[in-house]
């Protein structure tokens, strides 16, 4: 069946330094792939999102390549900060099948 | 515009006893809609979701059943309540056809005593 895995967390990284997060997923066909992202406190909610292969879904300085050779979509952004701390999601799409989260703490 | 309602926010429950949240969903038709629940540390684990009224898929076998007895509403339900079904119970809505971009509730926090 769909499955949708992500690296363990918790990841802890400086402010300004390059953050990865992993994910890769099996699904039958191309599913639409995404991010989500709950704030401590909050909901979850939409981060970013690509709908087929080779697009790129960008959001507020992060960024995730869906790569259907390798059935990734990993996240990136360049400069973390310190407000970026939150769990974040890997999911895709069809059944609407999420990796286990990975926690972000961004250290001043 | 479109709007989730999820309740009660926070609900105690003895072992043994029955269970019902319910969420509703304005300002879209025919919606797919779903139940996770999000144990800690756990992410999040999809455990019923639903193309149509009287349409349900399980994803995973367990002590927990759901409806959905009109186009917007979900209910997720129990007739025993187990100690293991504590847990974060999440409901969500996406466009039909469009099985990606959800939109999720606030959430109900479930702990069973």
């Known amino acids: 069946g769909d499955s949708v895995t992500q690296m363990e967390g918790p990841v802890t990284l400086s402010e300004e330094a390059f953050l990865t997060i992993n994910c890769t997923y099996t699904?039958?066909?191309?599913?639409?792939l995404f991010w989500y992202v709950q704030y401590p406190g909050e909901g979850l909610q939409l981060l970013l999102k690509?709908?087929?292969?080779?697009d790129k879904g960008s959001n507020k300085g992060f960024e995730a390549t869906y790569r259907k050779e390798t059935t990734s979509f990993h996240l990136e952004k360049g400069s973390v900060q310190v407000s970026d701390s939150a769990v974040y999601f890997c999911?895709?799409?069809?059944?609407?099948?999420f990796g286990q989260g990975t926690e972000l703490s961004v250290k001043p | 515009s479109q709007t989730i309602h999820q309740w009660p926010a926070t609900l105690v429950q003895p072992v043994g006893s029955p269970l019902s949240l319910e969420c509703t969903v304005e300002?879209?038709?025919?919606?797919?809609l779903y139940w996770y629940r999000q144990a800690a540390g756990r992410g999040l684990q999809l455990l019923f979701y639903?193309?149509?009224?009287?349409?349900i898929s399980s994803e995973v076998p367990q002590n927990l059943s759901a409806s959905r007895p009109q186009d917007r509403q979900f209910i997720l339900s129990s007739k025993k309540l187990l100690l293991s079904d504590s847990g974060f119970y999440l409901c969500?809505?996406?466009?039909?056809?469009?099985?990606?971009?959800?939109?999720f509730g606030q959430g109900t926090r479930l702990t069973v005593v």
């Open positions: 639903s193309v149509g009224i009287g349409q």
């Open positions: 300002g879209t038709s025919n919606p797919n």
């Open positions: 969500a809505w996406s466009v039909e056809r469009d099985y990606g971009e959800a939109f």
């Open positions: 690509a709908t087929k292969a080779d």
């Open positions: 699904a039958t066909g191309y599913p639409s």
């Open positions: 999911a895709s799409g069809g059944k609407l099948i």
